[in-house]
């Protein structure tokens, strides 16, 4: 085994711990704003495991290959995604309850402000992690394997319902519509981790030359 299949192995568990760490944090994710350890420490998890997500993402588009446009596409999607959930976490989690909880009069204007400014951030954060999963998914079912094609069509509806419930106004971004849009998020997410531990990532017969002498040299 080369170096860059155990690297991609090690990225793809920790795909699928964080994912599994998401939805144990959203089950403990307060329904009210407020200010507190457990609103603190729930808002420090998910930007953490953001984090954690976005590595794995960033190995698995390295691998199926960044001169692919649909890959490279999905990235800058996703990489906008990740700057708007992590900064609605912040309002969330810091911001609106650092003011709420100051003990100074607060305007009922600013409060306001700070909700849906959060809820902007993570409805941006919903519509570009979409984005980047259909890009990815498409990507995908032009692969030759099999694995990597079923991944593809499980993309299309982790990425395109979102995108349609959003859309139609039939999801909203309050905490319940965010743990349906993060459990369709985190299972394709296992899917990609699982991908990458099974080696699934190959790019078939367009493989560069190039991928192809790293690996021996890594051998």
């Known amino acids: 085994m080369t ?10 568990g920790l795909m699928i711990a964080a994912s599994a760490l998401v939805v144990l944090t959203m089950a403990h994710h307060p329904t009210s704003v407020g200010r507190g350890p457990l609103v603190e420490i729930v808002h420090s998890v998910m930007i953490a ?9 960033l190995v698995f588009v390295l691998a199926r290959g960044s001169d692919r446009l649909l890959m490279l596409s999905g990235a800058v999607a996703y990489l906008f995604s990740m700057i708007a959930s992590i900064g609605a976490a912040t309002v969330n ?4 309850p650092a003011l ?16 849906h400014y959060g809820q902007a951030l993570a409805s941006i954060g919903a519509y570009t992690t979409s984005a980047a999963y259909l ?5 995908l079912l032009h692969g030759p394997q099999r694995l990597a094609r079923l991944a593809g069509l499980a993309g299309i509806i982790a990425g395109g319902l979102p995108l349609v419930l ?10 319940a519509g965010a743990m349906l ?3 369709l998020d985190v299972a394709w997410a296992v899917l990609v981790g699982l991908l990458l531990i099974r080696d699934g990532v190959s790019r078939g017969p367009d ?7 790293a690996n021996r040299a890594d051998s």
Request: proline share 3%.
């Open 100 to 115: 709420l909880g100051s003990g100074a009069p607060v305007n009922p204007d600013v409060v306001r402000f700070g909700w």
């Open 3 to 12: 170096d860059r299949a155990k690297d991609r192995q090690i990225a793809g």
């Open 181 to 183: 849009i993060y459990g």
């Open 166 to 175: 959003l859309m139609t106004g039939a999801l909203r971004m309050n905490v």
């Open 207 to 213: 493989a560069s030359g190039q991928e192809q002498r």
């Open 93 to 96: 989690g810091f911001v609106s």
């Open 135 to 139: 890009l990815w998914a498409l990507d």
């Open 49 to 57: 495991l953001e984090l954690v997500l976005g590595l794995g993402f």
